[in-house]
């Protein structure tokens, strides 16, 4: 198994672009969640899906950011416009609620690193 | 709310030493608690697990308990080396909840 698969790892942008960071769960996961960490904040939940279906988005910072996840095995994170507030590690990580082993272990990806300059 | 409590924020201790770092959470309805390390400028790396109906789990020198009726988690690492240093973080989940809450994490420096 490869894990959770993240790209970009890095990624430095100009404020006003737009940035989209991508994900890739764990297959038989039906759970993903994105998370952002900054050494203010620490970790925060963004939003997490089950089954592909947002479930709760209250971590959303604003409506510049988004996310979809159109498949089990893929989904999106957008932020548009950027700003140079939202630089921070974004993860993504995915579990499974089911099965006698490794159910309901949360699985991180190696994360994206923004810089919005 | 769920808020979730690491303290201290730093422990710094020689090589060969037991240590024990701490976990404490408000609401006891507690689904699970996992234990994650995070190395500088990486991701985080799953340690251990514990299901709400259990007390303890092991792996390696590695053991987590957990106390539900005082809302707390111990992570315990016995004869501490020099790569286990990183910062460690609890995160619980409550029932009926699909997400969990994270602590601010220990960092951890095991010095030769």
């Known amino acids: 198994d490869a894990g959770v698969i993240q790209s970009p790892r890095h990624e430095v942008t100009e404020m006003g672009q737009e940035v989209t960071l991508r994900c890739k769960p764990i297959?038989?996961?039906?759970?993903l969640f994105w998370y952002r960490q900054t050494m203010m904040r620490g970790l925060e939940l963004l939003i997490y899906?089950?089954?592909?279906?947002?479930?709760?988005d209250s971590g959303m910072p604003e409506d510049r950011f988004s996310a979809k996840m159109p498949n089990a095995s893929f989904s999106t994170l957008k932020i548009q416009p950027s700003e140079p507030r939202d630089s921070a590690v974004y993860f993504c990580?995915?579990?499974?609620?089911?099965?006698?082993?490794?159910?309901?272990?949360?699985?991180f990806g190696a994360g994206s690193r923004l810089t919005v300059l | 709310k769920q808020e979730v409590t690491q303290i201290p924020a730093a422990l710094s201790v020689p090589e060969g030493e037991n240590l024990v770092l701490n976990c404490s959470f408000t609401?006891?309805?507690?689904?699970?608690l996992q234990w994650f390390r995070q190395d500088p400028g990486k991701g985080l790396t799953s340690l251990l697990l514990?299901?709400?109906?259990?007390r303890e789990q092991t792996s390696g020198r590695l053991n987590a308990s957990l106390d539900k009726s005082s809302g707390r988690s111990t992570l315990y690492i016995a004869a501490s080396q020099p790569g286990d240093s990183a910062t460690y973080l609890c995160?619980?989940?409550?029932?009926?909840?699909?997400?969990?809450?994270f602590g601010d994490g220990t960092t951890l420096t095991v010095k030769p």
């Open positions: 990580a995915s579990s499974r609620e089911t099965g006698n082993s490794g159910a309901n272990v949360l699985t």
């Open positions: 297959s038989g996961h039906d759970y």
């Open positions: 899906f089950n089954n592909n279906v947002p479930i709760d």
């Open positions: 609401d006891s309805a507690i689904y699970n």
């Open positions: 514990i299901q709400s109906s259990q």
């Open positions: 995160a619980v989940r409550l029932r009926n909840a699909g997400k969990s809450t």
